[in-house]
């Protein structure tokens, strides 16, 4: 799980280039998060039938022009720590500088896989300089040209084996909850206010990721395991202050669960992180509940809670049937309606719908509203079933799937919505040639 690909590197030798050529080699599940002011730095990308993650360290750096050796010395740290693979990106052009030589120095000390990937390189005589690279001591290189793509293909192929594809041998099949939101939201107080209660019930399991704590929660009648990436490795002060950091770890805390508690400060109201965090979630297809905490720090009337409801749904469109629920990790008011509604969410997830079943009603719907005619040509829906996927997608067969505007399958998902319980759980919709 969480196979993460990272880009280092100094600035301009192409890692933006490289990263969209990567995760647009698969357009079709490449789906980038922005920041607000930032470029594209997260894409979910396949080859050969292995899905990873790539992320772009140099798109997090504000201004890159006046960018010093400290910064990069800090991607370079997160990189080694957070992801799975390192494609160190150097520039055939410039040849080896001193900053390379201090990143390749601390890439060398690492035990982490590296591919040395030698850019800008599309004839045979810079084919011929990417030689002095092997200079640096870390072992064959790639040369590409990001620009127009050759080479990324035997780039691919030998990234794509360097990841740990084995499936771990089955943690507990258990459900698996992640506290996710942006720094100081109270992820780790929401962590400690469920399972510090009594010590006794958390069992930390063996196999789990170094880099989350999974604990088991098996009590009053519930059994699941959270995924907690919040108060971990304190003590490398240089991350701290990189937002980058968080965006990575909820990325991977997101990957390694079914359901996501998305925690938001009361005190603050919806931000664009938790927009981003959101989104990130959707594209993974997991569950999420939302959580409002610190809620106790709140002067309410009778309405606060319908207005920062309103808000929330306003920032979150377009997806709405999301549970939201107002909590205080400190004084433990409605921990347990959270855990409730997370279970809930979790089955809304796998719950599976008889083909004859959705017939019936969603054919009805259909029927009710037809898709509206193009071109004076009509789209008739036949059929529909649920695929046999991990999280809930559903396919409707037709003569003309093309004709099927994004609105029309908006209806749909809310007639299904509206029919079947899928709160909190993303809904996939296909319209495919009967």
């Not at 938790?274 to 959580?291: A, E, F």
């Not at 005619?373 to 037709?398: D, M, N, R, W």
């Amino acid at each position: 799980m969480g196979n993460i690909a990272a880009i280092v590197g100094r600035p301009n030798v192409g890692k933006s280039t490289l990263f969209n050529r990567l995760t647009e080699a698969r357009s079709a599940i490449v789906d980038e998060v922005s920041g607000v002011t930032r470029d594209r730095i997260y894409g979910k990308t396949e080859w050969n039938g292995v899905e990873f993650s790539v992320v772009d360290t140099g798109g997090y750096v504000t201004n890159s022009d006046d960018i010093f050796e400290e910064e990069i010395k800090k991607q370079v740290f997160l990189a080694i720590e957070e992801s799975s693979v390192i494609l160190f990106l150097v520039d055939v052009l410039s040849g080896i500088t001193d900053l390379d030589q201090s990143i390749a120095q601390i890439l060398r000390k690492s035990k982490k896989k590296i591919l040395l990937v030698v850019n800008k390189v599309d004839n045979s005589a810079r084919q011929y300089d990417a030689n002095v690279f092997y200079k640096l001591g870390l072992g064959e290189i790639y040369t590409l040209s990001s620009i127009n793509g050759s080479g990324t293909g035997e780039l691919l192929d030998d990234l794509v084996k360097l990841f740990d594809n084995n499936e771990p041998e089955e943690e507990l099949d258990l459900p698996k909850f992640a506290v996710v939101g942006r720094p100081n939201v109270g992820k780790s107080s929401l962590v400690n206010a469920l399972v510090d209660e009594e010590r006794n019930i958390v069992t930390p399991i063996a196999g789990t990721t170094r880099d989350s704590i999974n604990s088991r929660y098996n009590k009053f009648g519930y059994d699941f395991i959270i995924v907690d990436t919040a108060g971990l490795r304190r003590k490398q002060k240089v991350n701290e202050d990189l937002e980058f950091y968080s965006v990575i770890r909820a990325i991977r805390a997101i990957e390694n669960s079914d359901v996501c508690l998305l925690l938001l400060d009361a005190t603050r109201g919806v931000e664009a992180q938790d927009v981003n965090i959101l989104s990130l979630i959707r594209k993974n297809n997991k569950g999420v509940v939302i959580l409002v905490n610190k809620w106790d720090l709140i002067e309410k009337d009778n309405s606060a809670t319908e207005e920062f409801t309103k808000s929330i749904k306003e920032k979150f469109a377009p997806f709405q049937d999301l549970p939201i629920i107002f909590v205080s990790a400190l004084t433990k008011q409605r921990i347990h309606k959270a855990l409730e509604t997370a279970i809930q969410v979790f089955k809304n997830r796998k719950q599976r719908i008889s083909t004859s079943k959705l017939n019936e009603i969603m054919l009805a719907v259909i029927q009710a509203y037809p898709p509206p005619s193009e071109k004076g040509k009509f789209v008739k829906i036949k059929y529909v079933t649920q695929l046999p996927t991990h999280t809930p997608t559903f396919a409707f067969f037709c003569n003309l799937p093309q004709y099927v505007k994004s609105s029309y399958k908006r209806y749909l998902e809310n007639k299904l919505r509206a029919k079947f319980d899928f709160t909190g759980v993303p809904i996939q919709i296909f319209l495919r040639k009967k």
